[in-house]
């Protein structure tokens, strides 16, 4: 079992040759985790996204200001073998995976009846399915590596993890399974030189959440709504430096979880008839 000491991140067979995966690494949080782990960290790149023009865009900007080698794959996902690929494409290619940044995702915010299968169906592919094999693969691959220097897993769950709120029901049960999931892998690959780490942010202002202006403005001003930069600096420095299960980064987040999860029945209701997807005369 590994001990609580600080970790840095070593490059695995020789200098410059050490890489980092991030899925969803076109855009948003997923582009500041390839940002700083280019930048501040020193590692190149595997970028996995669906956005080809953005994950060539991202790919060039990042070589021409960090000099670290950058290689893409465009894939969706968020299909059944969408793991198998990144995972071959990474051996084809011969890179050493040293960091495997589980970052890509979406969120669903409608009553449930209103989602289409197909949109449930992929959230919980991305979410759960690819994620989890992902893990799978890698952490085979590291734990029967020769070489055991430490590698690292770590996955992007949500506080909402811990709420069970109508309208994004989907995007809660996904995110609370990958929270549990990582603080089980910790356990048991540790044995391996592994670090696992869950992170748990709150609103991020990645201009995905379905907040009107005026309200979207308030959160940002008292710092409820956190910036990707500052996110994932906080994530990657408790994935490199420390031996944490999980990382919420921002105090506010941890005054708030216990508040939402105690709210009455009685008020959850009365907002629900106030959004336009649970009473339809609202927009008529």
């Not at 840095?8 to 500041?32: C, E, F, R």
Request: with cysteine; hydrophobic share 40%.
């Amino acid at each position: 079992m590994t001990s609580l000491k600080r970790y840095i991140p070593q490059p695995s067979v020789s200098d410059n040759n050490a890489y980092a995966l991030v899925t969803g690494g076109s855009s948003g949080i997923g582009k500041q985790y390839a940002s700083q782990l280019a930048r501040d960290y020193h590692y190149n790149l595997l970028l996995v996204s669906n956005q080809d023009t953005e994950l060539k865009q991202v790919s060039n900007e990042l070589n021409q200001q960090y000099g670290v080698c950058i290689k893409t794959l465009c894939i969706d996902l968020a299909q059944n073998n969408a793991a198998e690929q990144v995972f071959d494409f990474a051996q084809e290619q011969q890179l050493e995976i040293d960091v495997l940044i589980n970052n890509a995702g979406f969120l669903i915010f409608d009553a449930f009846v209103n989602v289409p299968t197909q949109k449930v169906e992929a959230i919980l592919l991305l979410h759960t399915l690819t994620a989890t094999k992902l893990c799978h693969l890698f952490a085979n691959r590291w734990r029967l590596s020769t070489d055991q220097h430490r590698r690292f897993i770590l996955n992007m769950s949500s506080m909402s993890a811990w709420m069970a709120m109508p309208t994004i029901q989907c995007y809660n049960a996904t995110k609370s399974y990958i929270y549990n999931f990582s603080k089980a892998l910790w356990y048991e690959l540790s044995l391996f030189n592994i670090h696992v780490l869950a992170v748990t942010p709150g609103s991020t202002d990645t201009g995905l959440l379905p907040f009107p202006d005026t309200f979207g403005n308030i959160l940002r001003a008292t710092g409820i709504t956190m910036k990707p930069a500052t996110l994932v600096k906080k994530a990657l420095h408790s994935l490199f430096y420390s031996n944490k299960k999980s990382c919420m980064p921002g105090l506010w987040n941890h005054i708030i979880v216990p508040i939402i999860n105690h709210l009455p029945d009685w008020l959850i209701f009365a907002v629900m008839k106030r959004l336009p997807m649970f009473n339809p005369t609202i927009n008529s």
